[in-house]
Structures are given as structure tokens and as C-alpha cells.
Nanobody, 117 residues
Framework: QVQLVESGGGLVQPGGSLRLSCAASESISRFNTMGWYRQAPGKQRELVAVITSTGAANYADSVKGRFTISRDTAKNTVYLQMSRLGPDDTAVYYC???????????WGQGTQVTVSS
């Protein structure tokens, strides 16, 4: 089971930026997708951004143009650059690794992002 460790969360003012990191214990190239999800209090976990093994990225409408997902295969790390943050971005952010064959899905422990003045 791959281990995923998120970091980079914290308290930021509205309009600010943060970069989250997700370090994997094995090669991220083995996974079909690496993704960032978030869960706000009282809400369901939702997809934020995903990057495929070919480098293609997709985003939730709510973060398009503000967030960028990227990866460094040499470091087995996936990043989420977040800018123009607002209170609605407050959530615990989770990293997920997914492989279709054989099916494997792993989650990190999450990192808290709080946007507040």
C-alpha cells in the first residue's frame, strides 16, 4: 500500500496563496491518476484536481484558473498550487493515488487549509 503524506496547509488570508505537496512512498508513475480532494465541515469530500500519468490535468469548476496541479516524478510528489484563496476553499485537503489494474486506491491523512482574515 502506497503511503501518501500531504503538507503545506495552514492559515492564509483571503486572496492569498498556498502550495500543497503530496509525497508518495513509491513511484507515482505507477498510478493512473493522482488527485487532490477536499472536505469542508458538514460537506462531502469533493474532487479538486486530478493529474493523469500522461500529465493531463482536470479541475473542478470552482477552482479553474486559480489552482494548478503538477507533479515531479523524480521526487514522487504531486503539488497543488492554490491562489486567490477564499473562505469557501477552507477544508481538509487530501491526496489520492489511483490505479485501475490491479485496482488500487490510497489516501493521505489530509492537511488543513483555513482561509480567514
Amino acid at each position: 500500500q502506497v503511503q501518501l503524506v500531504e503538507s503545506g496547509g495552514g492559515l492564509v488570508q483571503p486572496g492569498g496563496s498556498l502550495r500543497l505537496s503530496c509525497a508518495a512512498s513509491e513511484s507515482i508513475s505507477r498510478f493512473n491518476t493522482m488527485g487532490w480532494y477536499r472536505q469542508a465541515p458538514g460537506k462531502q469530500r469533493e474532487l479538486v484536481a486530478v493529474i493523469t500519468s500522461t500529465g493531463a490535468a482536470n479541475y473542478a469548476d470552482s477552482v479553474k484558473g486559480r489552482f494548478t496541479i503538477s507533479r515531479d516524478t523524480a521526487k514522487n510528489t504531486v503539488y497543488l498550487q492554490m491562489s486567490r484563496l477564499g473562505p469557501d476553499d477552507t477544508a481538509v485537503y487530501y491526496c489520492k493515488a489511483y490505479r485501475a489494474l490491479p485496482r488500487r486506491e490510497s489516501w493521505g491523512q489530509g492537511t488543513q487549509v483555513t482561509v480567514s482574515s
